[in-house]
Nanobody
C-alpha cells in the first residue's frame, strides 16, 4: 500500500502562483509514474500533469506553459508549480501514483487539496 498526502492548496488571486506538494509513504518502491489531476465542481476529474520515475513529463493543454511538475524519487515527493493562475483553475487537486507490485498494477490517490483562484 501507498499513502499520498497533498499540501499547498489555498486561496489566491488570479495571476498568482501556488506550489502543491505530495509525499508518498509505504510501499513506494512500487511507484513508477506520479501525476496531478484536478476536479472542478460538476466536472469530471482531469489530468493536469504526469512525471515518470525517469523524469519524463507530460502536461494537459489547459495548463501547458503555466505549470511544472517535478519529483524527488529519494524523498518520494512530487510537486506541481502553478503560475499565472486563472479562476478556471479552481478545483480540488489530487495526487496520483501508479506502478506495479510484482505483476499487479497498483494505482493510488491522495485525499486532494483545494485550490481556489479568485478573479
Amino acid at each position: 500500500q501507498v499513502q499520498l498526502v497533498e499540501s499547498g492548496g489555498g486561496l489566491v488571486q488570479a495571476g498568482e502562483s501556488l506550489r502543491l506538494s505530495c509525499v508518498a509513504s509505504g510501499s513506494t518502491f512500487t511507484i513508477n509514474a506520479m501525476a496531478w489531476y484536478r476536479q472542478a465542481p460538476g466536472k469530471q476529474r482531469e489530468l493536469v500533469a504526469t512525471i515518470t520515475s525517469g523524469g519524463t513529463t507530460n502536461y494537459a493543454d489547459s495548463m501547458k506553459g503555466r505549470c511544472t511538475i517535478s519529483r524527488d524519487n529519494a524523498k518520494s515527493t512530487v510537486w506541481l508549480q502553478m503560475n499565472r493562475l486563472k479562476p478556471e483553475d479552481t478545483a480540488v487537486y489530487y495526487c496520483n501514483a501508479n506502478g506495479y507490485a510484482g505483476s499487479w498494477y497498483v494505482n493510488y490517490w491522495g485525499q486532494g487539496t483545494q485550490v481556489t483562484v479568485s478573479s
